[in-house]
């Protein structure tokens, strides 16, 4: 399924800040947010997020779209245990993807 394949990717230079200290690579990046089948919506937040492996590291990814647009808010490793808790506490739902 390719989700965001025709949308516009903006980057921010917060985001690309974070991409750099953190170690990570935008072109991989990149792929997870366009082709990631694994997408919630955070009650908390009020983002839709995105969650995908960067190597060996999973990683879940806060966005917003506007229009055509795509635009990341920052990145952190998570753990499926994380995931998991935050499905059942209800700040994961699937339903608003």
Not at 18 to 44: F, H, M, N, P
Not at 86 to 97: A, D, M, S, V
Request: a positive charge; one cysteine or more.
């Amino acid at each position: 399924m390719k989700v965001f394949e025709h949308r516009d990717i903006v980057w921010s230079d917060y985001f690309k800040y974070r991409v750099q200290l953190r170690g990570y690579d935008i072109v991989k990046i990149e792929r997870i947010l366009r082709y990631s089948e694994e997408r919630y919506y955070d009650t908390e937040t009020f983002r839709q997020v995105v969650i995908g492996r960067h190597d060996k590291r999973l990683v879940i990814i806060p966005y917003e779209t506007v229009n055509n647009t795509v635009i990341p808010v920052t990145i952190h490793a998570i753990t499926r245990q994380q995931i998991k808790f935050r499905i059942k506490i209800g700040r994961l739902n699937c339903e608003k993807t």
